[in-house]
């Protein structure tokens, strides 16, 4: 099977925690960030993560191409369950946390934006909707703050030393860690213990790089 990304998609790094998580092995193929042509010759539509499944069909959507994993890899099932506290965290965090990633992810070098025509369309559609990079990156302080009171209380929400999030590795995590592996980006986090702690062992066992060597 072949998992088609881009390196910096949270919803693609839910994906490659499922095939991580339940050691499949499964081929990372990174598209140009403008490639609209392959995606929507694959499944209609200019979005990642794509599977392409061994029998020659592809498949989209995030959450069902982890369930596809899940259940292909046939070691149980992931908890399904998303707590209302945490799905609170998540809407809460998911309002300001791209105004202060998607601004630097073009800094970095990743390969998705190795181009400058990739760069450009990656800057024109986000600064769409969170406004124009250059200002959220001004405002980084702004946001810090909020962040920073926002990672305590989700360390209150969090099993500490256990394979999950919940307490065993679950829907929780595929929803939650991608969000935090991006926010390793940004440099003056201040990362709790429990919560820094969990995004180390998120990350290897669901073989996902972090971005700490890259923060800016």
């Not at 990656?122 to 990079?133: A, N, P, Q």
């Not at 829907?171 to 201040?190: K, Y």
Request: proline letters at 4%; charged letters at 30%.
């Amino acid at each position: 099977m072949k998992l088609y990304i881009y390196d910096h998609c949270p919803f693609c790094v839910r994906a490659r925690m499922a095939a991580g998580l339940r050691g499949l092995a499964v081929k990372q193929v990174i598209l140009a960030n403008d490639d609209e042509d392959n995606p929507i010759r694959m499944i209609g539509a200019k979005q990642v993560p794509i599977l392409e499944k061994d029998d020659g069909t592809f498949m989209g959507e995030s959450l069902d191409i982890v369930r596809y994993l899940d259940e292909w890899a046939g070691k149980g099932r992931l908890n399904e369950t998303v707590r209302p506290e945490m799905q609170a965290w998540l809407d809460k965090v998911g309002e300001y946390n791209n105004k202060l990633v998607q601004p630097r992810m073009v800094k970095i070098g990743l390969p998705e934006f190795e181009t400058a025509e990739a760069v450009k369309y990656f800057v024109d559609k986000k600064e769409k909707t969170i406004g124009s990079f250059e200002t959220n990156l001004n405002k980084t302080a702004q946001y810090l703050a909020r962040l920073n009171e926002d990672l305590v209380e989700l360390e209150a929400l969090m099993a500490a030393d256990t394979a999950g999030v919940n307490g065993e590795a679950g829907m929780e995590d595929i929803l939650l860690f991608p969000i935090l592996r991006n926010l390793t980006l940004v440099r003056g986090v201040e990362w709790p213990q429990t919560v820094m702690d969990y995004v180390w062992r998120m990350s290897e066992a669901g073989k996902v790089n972090l971005y700490f060597d890259r923060a800016l």
